[in-house]
């Protein structure tokens, strides 16, 4: 079986499980967008949010998890956060800092935000009500990192997270190391417990989660000599273009030749966009966050299990290159 198909285990998924995740699809055209994200990593972090950035005008707030520690100082993902959107003109939308999980490895734009720079307000419920106030509707979440942002508001604001549609990054049932959990899930095992656990008990809406299984491959890589990297680093690109490309530099030197994009994949699947193929799935995950299908006893929930990745790539490449107007194109489907 391929990785990312669908298995005899998943297909069996009852209709009260294909309720329980989701029911019928919803237009969530209008509903405002958060993005919670260890932007400052992984350079795929800050193209999904600058690619919501230019063609989403229903971004309220980017939230930041796995938030920085001493010796580089609290707060500094949500630094370069409000650094970069406000290089993309969009002052309007809001920031708020997350807590630490541990002592990431995971940072590489230390001293690529200016020093005027403020930081951010670091109360991750007020951020949240005031990006839900403008609507009574439902609001989109959009995940990049750990779901300890999420599993907090579980605890302490349910009546926001009723409202919310997650859409996740994270999780495999076929991960590439089988002696330890997916990324995202192994950063904070217990909050992603926690953000099943409410599932199970119906307090929070099904989430879709974009595994490993289908976003790690070679097929999303973005190298120095990819089209979107040298669209980025065109002579007369914008101000906000050198940001990502100064990021992208730093992640190359420092930690890997490419950056696989793994989150605006998962932002593409909160937008609607018809890259990612996803289907009720009943799951379990152990006591170090490795997930396993569970017919019997497993949460329901919607997992990726295919892409079409070479287009998918082609909107990203649309919606980062500086020639194409903010807003315009097939990047605001959705």
Sequence with gaps: MMPGSPTVAAQRVTSAELRAAGGPPEDLREAPIIIDTDIGGDADDALAVAAAARHQPRLALVLTCDETRPPVGHGQRARFARFLLDALGRTDVAVAAGPAVWDTRYYCVDGLTPDPVPLAPDDVVAAVRAACAGTEGPVRWVGMGPLTNLAHLIEVAPELVGRLRVTQMGGALNYRHPDRAEHNIRLDVAAAHRVLAAVAAGELRAPEFIASDV????????????????????????????????????????????????????????????????????????????????????????????????????????????????????????
């Design 215 to 334: 976003t790690f491959t070679p097929a999303l890589q973005v190298t120095a000599e990819h089209p979107i990297y040298r669209a980025l680093a065109a002579p007369a690109a914008p101000p906000w273009a050198s940001i990502l490309v100064a990021h992208l530099d730093r992640w190359y030197a420092g930690w890997h030749p490419a950056t696989i994009q793994h989150d605006a994949l998962t932002l593409s699947a909160a937008l609607g966009l018809p890259f990612v193929d996803s289907a009720p799935v009943a799951v379990a995950l152990d006591a170090i966050g490795r997930m396993s299908e569970d017919p019997a006893d497993g949460v329901p929930l919607r997992l990726s299990r295919a892409a079409d990745h070479p287009a998918f790539m082609t909107w990203l490449g649309r919606a980062l290159d500086p020639a194409t107007a903010a807003g315009a194109g097939p990047c605001t489907a959705g």
